[in-house]
């Protein structure tokens, strides 16, 4: 498996407040994705980022940040809670994005309820 | 925009008979196909994937998709299923332009004994 890891592996928090989920990868690779998973939905991709300091939005970035200072970093920012954004998140990386011919390895992915 | 559409949400088959599922996906530029699988409580992980030249690709567990060009689809295919194929089944696309895998809503196999 690709080294990717998620933290925290399920959160609890309230409405109205902020959450920072983390996904730390030892790979190098330069892409990074953020998805998240509900029923019925599928995957839809939240964020995603092709360099430090370089990232873009997905289909579903409302009420989502992100930041990546360092290559084997990238941080999910909930600003503000809501039930809606309760769901399973998970990371992903790349090594050559849509150009190349490496797919994207998944991380173990992040429960989050938001109450 | 690009999308991945997956007509079947969920399939169920007994043990030994014949799989096919359907992906179809619209965007018009040069694209990379993949599928993924994900056991129950567990995380994506790629079972094939379309690069280019041959269209008929083979992945794990016996599992093979055909990319048919002009009808935009990329159809998962298994001979012969067996109960621990049970799983959800993704399809998905990675825009050459983009960066950016798109996945469809998924198809939830159930294989009984």
């Known amino acids: 498996d690709a080294g990717i890891t998620q933290s925290p592996r399920h959160k609890v928090t309230e409405t109205g407040t902020p959450v920072t989920l983390r996904c730390h990868q030892t790979e190098n690779h330069r892409y990074m994705y953020w998805y998240r998973q509900d029923p019925g939905h599928g995957l839809r991709l939240i964020h995603y980022?092709?360099?430090?300091?370089?990232?873009d939005k997905g289909e579903v970035s409302d009420g989502y940040s992100v930041s990546r200072s360092k290559t084997e970093d990238f941080l999910l920012t909930l600003e503000s809670a809501t039930s809606s954004q309760t769901s399973v998140y998970f990371c992903?990386?790349?090594?050559?994005?849509?150009?190349?011919?490496?797919?994207?390895?998944f991380g173990n992915g992040t429960r989050l309820t938001v109450t | 925009a690009q999308s991945v559409s997956q007509h079947n949400h969920h399939v169920i088959l007994s043990e030994a008979a014949s799989l096919e599922l359907g992906c179809n996906y619209s965007y018009g530029g040069t694209v990379n196909l993949f599928w993924y699988v994900q056991y129950p409580g567990q995380h994506l992980q790629l079972l094939l994937k379309?690069?280019?030249?041959?269209?008929l690709v083979k992945g794990i567990k016996g599992f093979e998709a055909e990319f048919i060009k002009s009808k935009f689809s990329f159809n998962l295919r298994k001979p012969s299923v067996q109960w621990s194929d049970t799983a959800e089944y993704f399809c998905a696309v990675l825009s050459y332009n983009t960066d950016k895998l798109i996945f469809g809503t998924g198809t939830r196999l159930q294989v009984f004994p």
């Open positions: 992903a990386i790349s090594e050559s994005g849509g150009q190349g011919h490496s797919p994207l390895h």
């Open positions: 379309y690069f280019s030249g041959d269209p």
């Open positions: 980022s092709y360099g430090v300091k370089d990232t």
